[in-house]
């Protein structure tokens, strides 16, 4: 039996309408895991039914994490959330923290995970942490844009064996002040932390970069998705 891994939809505003990235569907599945998306709930029990029915829980990319879920205000025009995911992801973040059941966040997930735990954002990194590196890269987005340095003593060190990684790139918000309880496993050389983890968790990493685009042609990024697998047992 594959572990079920609960996905979280991407959402089209235009469209009204849910929608899915094969890569991260294909990266689980590939990885050992069997892969479910949610519905759009705010219903806590719905959730709460469906959260108990998974081994494991992927935050993915997709829209800005709302201002107000980290206790500031919206830059105005330069911020698109949708509250709905936000309270939605909030519900199946702490169940899966309470219950102890593994979760990988990626992109947008790095950036709502640390939110929701009490950490803050950069709104817009062009406006507020200016630099070189290119944070938002062109495609094709399953090649790298910038390099980070791996934490030796970090979980990420021991899953991908190197103090350096080439990664992909394509964000404007980024982790700012980290949460209470997460700690770094990758900072890029602009400073910024590009992956995190909870101590005394059986795993609860995420990841700024995108391992759904690159992982049919690096290593590292199925390391990843199979680090998350095997944590589930």
């Known amino acids: 039996m594959k572990p079920i891994i609960g996905v979280m939809p991407l959402w089209d505003k235009k469209k009204d309408s849910l929608w899915m990235l094969p890569g991260y569907l294909d990266g689980l599945n590939e990885a050992g895991g069997l892969p479910v998306i949610f519905p759009f709930s705010a ?12 081994d494991g829980f ?16 919206p830059i105005e ?7 709905k995911r936000d309270s939605m992801e909030t519900v199946v973040l702490k169940y899966a923290i309470d219950s102890d059941k593994p979760v990988l966040g990626i992109c947008r997930g790095i950036h709502f995970i640390n ?14 942490h200016p630099s070189d ?8 987005y399953d ?3 910038h390099d980070v340095t791996v934490a030796a003593d970090s979980p990420l060190y021991r899953c991908l064996e190197t103090d350096r990684i080439s990664v992909n790139s394509c964000h404007h918000q980024a982790v700012k002040q980290l949460a209470p309880g997460l700690e770094p496993m990758a900072v890029s050389t602009d ?3 590009e992956a995190l983890y909870m ?19 690096d290593e590292n990024s199925r390391k990843i998705f199979r680090a998350f697998i095997d944590a589930i047992g």
């Open 133 to 140: 590196i290119s944070h938002r890269q062109k495609p094709p």
């Open 199 to 217: 101590p005394g968790k059986r795993f609860l990493w995420a990841v700024q970069w995108h391992p759904e685009f690159s992982f049919r042609k």
């Open 191 to 193: 400073g910024l932390v």
């Open 43 to 54: 219903d806590e029990r719905e959730l709460d039914q469906l959260c108990g029915m998974c």
């Open 115 to 128: 939110a929701v735990l009490g950490g803050s954002l950069y709104q817009d990194l062009p406006t507020q």
């Open 58 to 73: 992927l935050f993915t990319g997709g829209h800005d994490v709302s201002p107000g879920v980290y206790g500031e205000d």
């Open 77 to 83: 025009g330069l911020i698109d959330d949708c509250g």
């Open 143 to 145: 090649e790298p844009s």
